[in-house]
Structure formats: C-alpha cells, structure tokens
C-alpha cells in the first residue's frame, strides 16, 4: 500500500474503500471484504448512515485499529460548534472507535466556521488523528484557512 503524508505527519493510505449508498446492514460486509482484499481505509460520513456497520466490521476484522485508517465527514445539519462537538463523539460511538483518522466537513454550508472550532478542539483532543473539508471550492478554502488556527490537511 502506498501512502501520502499529510501536512501534520499522518500518513493515509492513497487508496480507500468507500461505503456512500451502502446500507449499514450492508456496510459490515462490504468493509469486511474490503479489509480482505487489502484495502486499509475506509470513507464513510454522518450523512451515509452507515457508521455502526463500518465500525462493527472494524472490530470484528481481528486487524489492529492503527492499521486501518478511518475517514468520516460531519453532515450540515451537524454544524456549529456545539451540534459538530456533540456529533462527533456520536460518529466515535457508532464507529466503536476510540479516534478517527480523518474527520471531514462535509459541505461547505451553514455555520462551517463553528463546526470546524470543534474539528480543532477534537484534534487537540486526541478525538481526530487529522481534520480537513470536503467538496470546497477554491475560495472556501482558502477563506477558512485563512483564518483557522489549525489548515486543513485535505480538500
């Protein structure tokens, strides 16, 4: 497997599996052939229902957690400090997971400054091993950049 270095020293595997569109009763299936087959990521978010399945697939696979590298995104209705503070233990309760690797933004709508604070906070924390965003365009990203205290280490 290879691997990228992000721009705080964690490294993530240059190829995932992603669970969008798979039911949770699915999702434990899936992710188990997945692990199977090699792959060592896995991408799930808040707004694909599917964390529990992924989570309980990682447990049950018998590969050590630091060996596989686990990627969800907070959906919008999650945003603002205190709602994406309060989903992303959540999202570390359905994935049975002490952290996760990489937490995302989903979207770049609603109060997405708030919700990144809590990002930073369960970074600092030991929550998250790596905060970014998703699907931002170029100027979204460079406006929130711009004034967080931690860069988003993907887009």
Not at 29 to 51: P, S
């Amino acid at each position: 497997m290879k691997y990228v270095t992000l721009n705080n020293g964690v490294k993530i595997p240059q190829l995932g599996y992603g669970v969008y569109q798979v039911e949770s009763t699915e999702a434990g299936r899936c992710v188990n052939d997945a692990l199977g087959a090699g792959y060592r990521m896995v991408d799930t978010a808040q707004a694909y229902h599917n964390e529990e399945g992924v989570g309980a697939a990682v447990k049950k696979s018998g590969i050590a957690r630091s060996e596989i590298f686990l990627v969800s995104k907070i959906w919008i209705s999650n945003y603002g400090y205190e709602r994406a503070k309060a989903s992303i233990d959540e999202s570390l309760r359905r994935l049975q997971t002490e952290y996760i690797d990489l937490m995302l933004l989903h979207q770049p709508f609603c109060d997405y400054y708030g919700a990144y604070r809590a990002l930073e906070e369960a970074y600092r924390e030991g929550k998250l091993r790596a905060i970014g965003v998703s699907n931002f365009q170029p100027n979204h990203f460079i406006d929130l950049a711009s004034n967080v205290e931690i860069v988003p280490a993907v887009n």
